[in-house]
């Protein structure tokens, strides 16, 4: 609950400038199941010059309100599909958890070059839980 409500904060304060990551996949509405492996892709706009830090994904359950860690790393986007975007994928397992409505959220931890301090940001998809 109290990462959402951070991850709500970032989004708002962040709003007013250009996100540097977005979920290309999975897209809304995506069936993922307990146990079972699934895709997070992670475009990155490589035109406003972040240096990555980390990369945090977590999947947050609408029935429990519990967010569960699925990777916490490093963020290292190298595949081009254009010249201003980079991405990564990640392959994730869902753990146990609830059938039901959740939250994938993608938190980017950056620094800007000539700035101080790491910023935060996040994107988010809504997907289908199907639990054990
Ligand atoms: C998800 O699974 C349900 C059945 O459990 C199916 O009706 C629905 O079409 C699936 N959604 C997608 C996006 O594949
Ligand atoms: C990347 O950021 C630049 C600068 O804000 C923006 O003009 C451009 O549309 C963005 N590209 C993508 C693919 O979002
Ligand atoms: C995520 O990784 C960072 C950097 O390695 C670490 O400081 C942090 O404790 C980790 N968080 C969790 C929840 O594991």
Request: glycine residues 8%; charged residues 15%; negative net charge.
């Amino acid at each position: 609950m109290k990462y959402i409500i951070l991850a709500a904060l970032a989004t708002t304060v962040l709003a007013e400038f250009q996100r540097g990551i977005s979920i290309v996949a999975p897209t809304v509405g995506t069936n993922v199941t307990s146990g079972v492996p699934f895709l997070v892709e992670v475009l990155k706009n490589t035109t406003l010059n972040q240096e990555d830090v980390g990369l945090k994904i977590n999947i947050v359950s609408f029935i429990d309100r519990v967010s569960r860690p699925l990777y916490n790393g490093t963020f290292n986007p190298t595949s081009s599909i254009s010249s201003t975007s980079k991405f990564q994928d990640f392959i994730v397992v869902p753990p146990d958890m609830p059938s039901g409505g959740a939250t994938v959220t993608v938190g980017h931890y950056f620094t800007i070059k000539e700035d101080t301090g790491v910023k935060f940001e996040v994107d988010q998809v809504e997907v289908e839980v199907h639990g054990h």
